[in-house]
């Protein structure tokens, strides 16, 4: 089992930028990717930035030169620098841990930004 406790979402005008956490536990060694995800209210849940256990990073087009994903692997945690933000990123945003039985998932963490 994997533990997945997202924060670091808020309100943000427009250009400006947010760190995203997300705090792993339970059987981190199982772990092989973490993965943001965000979702708008009315759209399908999207991939945003993920990295896997190697180290490989891979972002969705739409975020690709603003956002940065990066891990502590000493604090179990993975990170999401949002800059230069836009309307269109606000949403939910969801950690997720992929292992070879399953995906787990965290509560989320709101990002709103203002235009």
């Known amino acids: 089992q994997v533990q997945l406790v997202e924060s670091g979402g808020g309100l943000v005008q427009a250009g400006g930028s947010l760190r995203l956490s997300c705090v792993a536990s339970?059987?981190?060694?199982?772990?092989?990717?973490m993965i943001w995800y965000r979702q708008a209210p009315g759209e399908q849940r999207e991939l945003v930035a993920e990295?896997?256990?190697?180290?490989?990073?891979n972002y969705a087009d739409s975020v690709k030169g603003r956002f940065t994903i990066s891990r502590d692997n000493a604090k179990n945690t993975v990170y999401l620098r949002m800059n230069s933000l836009k309307p269109e990123d606000t949403g939910r945003y969801y950690c997720n841990a992929v292992t070879v039985q399953r995906h787990y998932w965290g509560q989320g963490t709101q990002v709103t930004v203002s235009s």
């Open positions: 339970g059987s981190i060694i199982s772990i092989n990717a």
């Open positions: 990295i896997t256990s190697g180290g490989t990073t």
